[in-house]
């Protein structure tokens, strides 16, 4: 029995789900060629991710090839309450709503957990490690997992590690076609609609700092020199701070970066990266975003026991005043501000995504019985194999190696 807002919703979902599907031709290519053949039939699947119109044509194409599909949020913000009034009536179980407390967030997890899947979809790897920690009996039944993002990918290797992970799981976000393409152009442009719709502020001529120059902070930092920012990155790892450098970008710890901020947005998948210490630094009036999945990047509980109090500046953005008169805003709370500030990664790109997903799914489903517990690879041919039909629906073509060239570069 599914837990949204409101059924009536619905057309208002369907319609932004037809949006999405014009430009998603890779996914629609999956639903047109293995409808017919139900792989999914007679199988349940939990999906929990961000549950916008994008995921929600994953959800269809997933029911359309025979899966029984209960789906949760990964973040209490980005639900779109139309467009999961319009799954429910497309036969899901959805349970979800758009700023669910906590206590509900978990408890819809508990639900979609209770239909007892046999396979998951997880984004940040909270529903792998409810299904660890408080569903162990339904670990038999569960064939296999596939992960969306890099936070939920560290989590899992944490698990992994300490032999707690119990079941398969595909990291898809270690997939070329994911991070090279949903982190790194993705994250870039989202995450810039997300603020500026929200501030109706011009991103030229500001200082931007990046916290992180992994895929989606060069995605991040790229997307903010285009709109004419000066950036700064910030790192703790030496490799990808010289990258950063060699790309045109200043580099320096926090520490020195936080007084002279305007933007700063972090995305390094960690906690506490911006704490007291920076907030007693910044420059009046400075823009606090977070591009990691989790709420703790900002730390936002700290902020507001050093403010005398907090004002509503404009809708999701929420001023902290200082002792001394200096406001620091904070952007959708600290959650992820592409989500819970905007609709997320543009159409095209997740459209690549979740094709990984997609298929990952199709190979737990078929190869189980020869797969052992722990973290696999998706396998290298079905991540071309994205690459292939996106660039064909894109209208790009490439050259063919000839017989002699061939043997020329692989010896064969």
């Not at 902290?320 to 904070?330: A, F, P, S």
Request: with cysteine; charged share 25%; hydrophobic share 40%.
């Amino acid at each position: 029995m599914s837990d949204i807002k409101d059924i009536k919703l619905a057309p208002s979902g369907k319609q932004k789900i037809e949006w999405v599907k014009r430009y998603m031709p890779v996914l629609k290519s999956f639903e047109e060629e293995f409808a017919a053949q139900k792989p999914f039939d007679g199988y349940k699947m939990c999906v929990c991710c961000h549950l916008e119109a994008k995921t929600a044509y994953l959800i269809q194409v997933i029911q359309a090839c025979g899966a029984q599909v209960a789906a949760c949020a990964s973040n209490p913000l980005s639900t779109q309450d139309d467009v999961v009034a319009a799954l429910v009536e497309g036969g899901a179980d959805v349970y979800a709503i758009h700023g669910e407390t906590m206590k509900q967030y978990d408890s819809h997890i508990r639900s979609a957990l209770g239909t007892k899947p046999n396979l998951i979809v997880d984004d940040g790897g909270d529903v792998i490690t409810m299904l660890h920690e408080e569903f162990p009996e339904l670990l038999a039944d569960v064939i296999g997992a596939s992960e969306e993002t890099t936070t939920g990918v560290l989590r899992l290797k944490a698990m992994e590690k300490a032999g707690e992970l119990k079941i398969p799981v595909i990291p898809v976000n270690d997939a070329q076609c994911k991070y090279m393409f949903d982190n790194r152009y993705g994250t870039g442009q989202s995450v810039w609609d997300g603020i500026m719709r929200t501030t109706n502020l011009i991103v030229a001529g500001k200082r931007v700092v990046v916290a992180g120059y992994g895929w989606c902070g060069k995605g991040v930092a790229k997307r903010a020199a285009a709109l004419g920012a000066r950036v700064i990155v910030t790192e703790i790892d030496h490799i990808k701070a010289t990258e950063a450098l060699m790309d045109g970008f200043d580099v320096m710890s926090m520490n020195d970066a936080a007084a002279l901020g305007d933007i700063f947005v972090t995305v390094t998948g960690c906690e506490d990266v911006i704490v007291g210490r920076h907030f007693d630094r910044m420059k009046d009036g400075v823009l606090l975003a977070n591009a990691g999945h989790f709420d703790c990047e900002v730390k936002v509980s700290e902020l507001a026991e050093m403010s005398e109090k907090v004002v509503e500046m404009r809708n999701n953005v929420d001023g902290y005043v200082q002792k001394d008169g200096r406001i620091l805003n904070v952007i959708a709370g600290g959650r992820l501000v592409n989500l819970a500030s905007g609709d997320g990664h543009p159409a095209e790109i997740m459209d690549m995504s979740f094709a990984l997903q997609f298929l990952a799914q199709k190979y737990l489903k078929e190869n189980y019985d020869s797969l052992h517990p722990g973290l696999l690879n998706l396998p290298k041919d079905i991540d071309y194999s994205v690459a292939v039909r996106k660039l064909k629906a894109m209208g790009g073509t490439v050259d063919v190696l000839t017989p002699e060239q061939h043997k020329y570069l692989y010896g064969d």
